[in-house]
């Protein structure tokens, strides 16, 4: 029997927004972006467990965030680390604490999805395309096409036209077997980890693109905000 | 002493948009989108001519919304032809017609910017910035960075991440010396020429980037339009 877990990253420290308020915690629509994009994984599969990684020093005011917000959507927070290849990895652990003493960690039917924060608009119909390509092929992330010409700048800092149909813009969830995953993460960490496939694609496991929605954004400007309020 | 014209090219059949309405005519806030684009160009230098390359099937159409809007912002009209290259070499030639004696094509002083019908929102900034940029080196186009993962996907499937800092997402408006735009536009028509920086490419002539706007969005979906309803 197919199980599966969501990991929410979130990690922002709020500085590109020039705000004082890590990014997550800014308000869409009157609620924390962080707390629709529980919601919508909650709403996506109610029993599927929720582990929310976010840094030490803010897990006070998400508390705080939670109680006048009364948000009721189950989750378990675990710290962040100093980069995104050590807060997945202590997700990651979390998830095998949960598991126990039910499974191995070796077992092919537990994936794991690694989403960010700050993308409450992914929709559930790629959610479980992810999670269907994880569990046949072992690795899956969403991609959408390049809709603009795109360009490739050379290091004298002259550029030319490249063909954007060979080329996908990446979202999350990122969404794994659960035993490639451990294996992946088991990895010292490099830098070349820019995402999470590439810490996989770093054991020479082949990743499957799956189609994405275009309106799965991810909110780091002020731009972006103000985009997610209509969506 | 410079002169600049701006062309906006408004060819969209509104395919895309799942719509009978061409996407130049959808309404955003209550106004077609190539009123907004026109008004843009038009408060940005209220003696700048502009011209409107618009296909001879929606002319009718497009003077009785002109009459509807009360619009009044002068304009002139020419036709479009069958690709992208044709519509704005129409312009270009009807550029040359206002020039006429005043001028040789020739004259380096001559600035025009070629911009799409569907990109209401970029900055006054922005424009400028192409304009002086082409005043200096003959060509520049307006881009912003890519701001998510990019992959490149090989003809068997199979992708890898690419440095996304090397890369750019190229706007318009894509703007040049006339006397460089003519002698680009005087080459047989070829299907490499994906933008009209291709067509000055095509000679040999570099093109200068300029930092574009992240508003400066083309709109061409319902996605689009919902998201410009905010801007």
Known sequence: MEKRFTIVVAGGKGLRMGSEIPKQFLTVQGRPLLMLTLENFHSF????????????SQQAYWERLCREYVFRIPHTIVSGGDTRFHSVLNGLKEIQHMIGEQHTTADDHLLVAIHDGVRPFVSHDVINACFEAAARDGAAIPVIPVVETLRL???DGSSHTVPRSCYRLVQTPQTFRLSLLAEAYAQPYSEAFTDDASVVEALGHAVTLVEGNRENIKITTPYDLAVAETL
Chains 1, 2 share one sequence.
């Open 45 to 56: 599969a109610p029993s599927m467990p929720l582990v929310l990684v976010l840094p030490a």
């Open 153 to 155: 700048v050379a290091d």
